[in-house]
């Protein structure tokens, strides 16, 4: 998961690829670079073009210091901020990369699984080679491949880039500068995203996802694997696969480019968790009535007999949007007779379960890009499954295979640990399983009006409880010296505990692992003593009680107890250590509330100990590999 931008215009290209590259550095951040081309004004100069490659280790602040110490200009070039795959962080591995000749520079975003025996290949010795990655083997190839094709502009480049494409195995997003092709950049995708855009007055960029392309144009096009894109000052041409030139279908983009800002937070983390209250209202607008009642039926028009006629349905993804799939199953599994099967999606490609035309296949993924998400609904569709998608990305890859989309319209995620999108999901999720019951005639009306119209009341009381931060965050500063965690949830509880340890270890790096509270005696209980605080999702619901023996279970062994609980509730005045409430709702619908005090503790625990909470060490916000 690395972040590309490119650019050809009229404006001297370095600020643009830096800006482009730091609202995509939520992709990866461990070295970064640029490449600049500097054609000479006069076409028919006999003088070579000067190519600028500055590029480094660590972030792209650090490549704006080293652009700033020594300057470079050009009106076209490109630009890539690492995420390692192949080689380690350094700055030879780091992306520009040239062919051996140095007559092309490109960069890459994904994995060429077949570089090692396409490097055997290649007549260049394996020691020629600068760098250990893949990208650098490309780069030779496709060089060797435009030479072959006469070297000639457009066409040899195209030809070489259909032959590349053939060659290559795995997922890639290329942009490719040739010094011989003035004015152009190519653009090869298959498997890795990018999106093209032209801003009308003569600038045409080219970047992994559409925050790098919101200040110059909201109308763009989403290149599908095997397309090719020549950039140019006049605008956009795309050829398919096959060599065939064509037109490509563009999307207008309803975000614009404060939302990609912090607007005065600290951190997109902290702005996103404080936008939950409009992403929720924002999720239900249009699909759930003032009076409680769902209609889905513009977004997905099936027909009673097609929902009944499905036997099971699956629910499939990877980490955050596993967890508010978990809790959608607990709420599904209330109001339809349908077989559920809710998995990690690196394991339901690999099991062996039915999966046919009578199955609903759902995948949640906030990117649409996670490839291993991609890879569960390429098999379930294989195998004839109706595919949704619900995903905050519409251009998305997984918007774009599948049958039907459910939009989560949560606006720009840029932090990498997911927050309001979490929310955006359960509250789609809820929608959905409610249309799904509705045309399959398991829900009363009376049970659907009260469930929607409590729905319709969350923002607010997500809202009241983001008005409450300090006393998270003196929370907080009362346990970030503790170096495990254990969080504890039953029934709709348990996974909002997992996500809750989920973003506690990734933005803090302390161990925190989650269990059903009923587990606890079953091995983990062996953990507790004073120094492993323990976070308890305890809202009133019907488990209650069942909770309440867990937290005197580890109170007996004094480890310090945190409960989240109901507003009212004082039954666990004298037991927890301390207690933060949200305010009353329905036990279907606490996770949406019991879900922020875990976010806001994670977040300000991250920042007593100073993290870098919008990038974590490790990380990126979309897995676009395996
Ligand atoms: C969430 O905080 C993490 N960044 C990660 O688990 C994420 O939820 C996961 O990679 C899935 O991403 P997706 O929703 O874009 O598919």
Redesign the pocket.
């Known amino acids: 998961m690395c972040g590309i931008v490119g650019y050809i215009g009229h404006r001297n290209v370095v600020d643009i690829l830096v800006k482009g590259l730091q609202s995509l550095e939520y992709r990866g951040y461990d070295s970064a670079g640029i490449a600049v081309v500097d054609y000479p004004e006069d076409k028919n100069s006999i003088k070579a073009p000067a190519v600028h490659i500055v590029k480094g280790v660590g972030k792209v602040a650090d490549l704006k210091s080293m652009l700033d110490s020594s300057p470079v200009s050009g009106r076209q070039g490109i630009g890539h901020t690492r995420w390692a795959t192949h080689g380690g962080v350094t700055e030879v591995n780091a992306h520009p990369h040239s062919d051996l000749s140095s007559k092309l520079v490109l960069v890459h975003n994904g994995i060429v699984e077949n570089y090692r025996e396409l490097r055997a290949e290649l007549a260049a010795p394996a020691e020629s080679y600068k760098s250990e990655t893949d990208t650098e083997v490309i780069a030779q190839l496709l060089s060797t491949l435009y030479t072959k094709y006469g070297g000639e502009e457009r066409p040899a480049m195209i030809e070489a880039l259909v032959a590349l494409h053939k060659r290559l195995r795995g997922s890639f997003a290329l942009v490719i500068m040739a010094k011989d092709i003035p004015g152009k950049i190519y653009c090869l995708r298959k498997g890795s995203p990018l999106v093209v855009g032209f801003s009308g007055e003569g600038e045409a960029l080219c970047a992994s996802d559409v925050p790098a392309i919101l200040p110059y144009t909201q109308d763009v096009v989403y290149l599908d694997d095997g397309d090719i894109a020549e950039l140019s000052a006049e605008g956009m041409r795309f050829w398919n696969a096959s060599g065939e030139e064509f037109e490509k279908n563009h999307v207008h983009i309803d975000w614009d480019v404060s939302m990609v800002d912090k607007g005065g937070y600290p951190h997109f983390m902290l702005k996103e968790i404080n936008e939950q209250g409009a992403v929720l209202r924002s999720s239900m607008a249009k699909r759930l009535a003032e009076e409680g009642t769902v209609d889905l039926s513009a977004e997905l028009p099936w027909t009673k007999e097609e929902a009944c006629a499905w036997k099971r349905i699956h629910i499939v993804?990877?980490?955050?949007?596993y967890y508010a799939s978990l809790v959608a199953e607990r709420f599904l599994e209330t109001i339809t007779d349908l077989d559920i099967r809710v998995d990690v999606a690196s394991e339901y490609r690999y099991r062996n379960f039915p999966v046919g035309p009578d199955t609903l296949a759902v995948f949640?993924?906030?990117?649409?890009?996670?490839a291993d998400?991609l890879a569960a609904e390429r098999l379930a569709k294989a195998r004839g499954a109706r595919c949704l998608a619900v995903t905050n990305v519409i251009g998305s890859t997984l918007a774009r295979e599948v049958d039907d989309i459910l939009q989560l319209k949560a606006g720009p995620e840029i932090g990498?640990?997911?927050t309001k999108?979490f929310m955006g999901q359960m509250a789609v999720l809820y929608l959905l399983s409610l249309y799904i019951a509705k045309l399959r005639e398991t829900l009363t009306g009376d049970y659907e009006r009260t469930i929607g119209r409590e729905m319709l009341a969350l923002p607010y009381k997500v809202e009241s409880i983001l008005q409450q931060q300090e006393k998270i965050q003196k929370l907080a500063v009362l346990h970030s010296e503790a170096r495990d965690f254990l969080f504890l949830g039953r029934g709709n509880s348990f996974p909002v505990a997992l996500e809750g340890a989920?973003?506690l270890k990734?933005i803090s790096y302390i161990h925190a692992e989650a269990y059903a509270a009923g587990e606890m005696k079953h091995g983990p209980i062996a953990l507790l003593d004073p120094r492993v605080p323990v976070v308890v999702v305890s809202p009133k619901d019907d488990l209650h009680e069942k909770t309440f023996s867990n937290i005197l279970e580890a109170k007996a062994r004094k480890a310090p107890v945190i409960a989240i609980a109901s507003e009212g509730d004082a039954s666990l005045d004298s037991t927890a250590d301390n207690i933060f409430h949200v305010p009353v709702t329905l036990p279907l619908l606490s996770p949406f509330l019991t879900v922020t005090p875990l976010q806001l503790f994670a977040y300000y625990v991250a920042k007593i100990l100073g993290c870098d909470i919008d990038q974590p060490r490790n990380?990126a916000?979309?897995?676009t590999v395996e």
Do not use: D, H, M
């Open positions: 993804a990877c980490g955050t949007s949640v993924s906030q990117s649409g890009e996670t998400t990498v640990a997911a999108t989920l973003k990734e990380l916000k979309s897995v």
